[in-house]
């Protein structure tokens, strides 16, 4: 399968503070990615489809001046939380397409906690 | 209503058992399916795509009802290892998917 490596792997910060995530597909090029945010016990939610070159979109009910994404290069999009909150706190996964049959390689996530 | 809906369990297996359960899907567009592994605080790993002909990867077997909107994994001869939550994946199109919350199996020895 694809690789899709992000980092870092777990982020403690202070609230008001803002966090950047990489996300890299190391043997592919990719020209959409997809960031997900997990809560314990929960299943993953889709935030945003990252696009090489153009806007990210969003889904509903996700803040994109608070999540902002940033796809610059064919294997590198970017998650920046701004001004994060406790209630930011969570796993979020990056992920790309891979193959004809669309399958979706996730990186190893981000655990981010929010003081 | 859950876009995808499983059952959390958890489902205690004695090891060397059979386990199967289902995860049922409401859109009826979705266009492919995937089983994917996750162990705790760890990314989804994919396990195998889920077509209507059945599909059986060795000790594991998915298949797809597309009438009754379900999709069913089978573990056979159950090992220790095979512990860990089970997310069941719907394709839209367009790459996007949407997961269950997933079923968490618990492999006793």
């Known amino acids: 399968g694809a690789v899709v490596s992000q980092h870092p792997s777990w982020v403690i910060c202070k609230s008001g503070t803002s966090v950047k995530i990489e996300c890299r597909s190391l043997?592919?090029?990719?020209?959409?990615m997809f960031w997900y945010r997990q809560f314990p016990k929960q299943s993953l939610m889709l935030m945003a489809t990252?696009?090489?070159?153009?806007?990210?979109?969003?889904e509903q009910g996700v803040e994109k001046d608070k999540f902002l994404i940033n796809h610059a290069s064919l294997t590198l999009s970017t998650l920046t939380v701004t001004s994060a909150h406790p209630e930011d706190s969570s796993f979020y996964i990056c992920?790309?397409?891979?193959?004809?049959?669309?399958?979706?390689?996730f990186g190893s996530g981000t655990q981010l906690s929010v003081l | 209503r859950k876009e995808v809906e499983q059952d959390p369990g958890p489902f205690n297996v004695p090891e060397g058992a059979t386990v199967a359960f289902n995860c049922t899907y409401s859109?009826?567009?979705?266009?492919?399916f995937f089983w994917y592994r996750q162990d705790c605080r760890k990314e989804p790993k994919l396990l195998m795509s889920v077509y209507s002909s059945g599909n059986e990867d060795g000790r594991f077997t998915a298949q797809l009802n597309r009438a009754s909107q379900y999709i069913s994994l089978l573990i056979r001869d159950s090992k220790l290892s095979d512990s860990a939550t089970y997310l069941c994946?719907?394709?839209?199109?367009?790459?996007?998917?949407?997961f269950g919350a997933g079923t968490q199996v618990v492999v006793t020895p």
């Open positions: 994946a719907a394709n839209r199109g367009w790459g996007k998917f949407q």
């Open positions: 043997d592919f090029q990719a020209t959409t």
């Open positions: 859109n009826s567009a979705s266009q492919s």
């Open positions: 990252s696009n090489e070159g153009s806007k990210a979109t969003y």
């Open positions: 992920s790309a397409i891979y193959g004809g049959d669309e399958k979706l390689f």
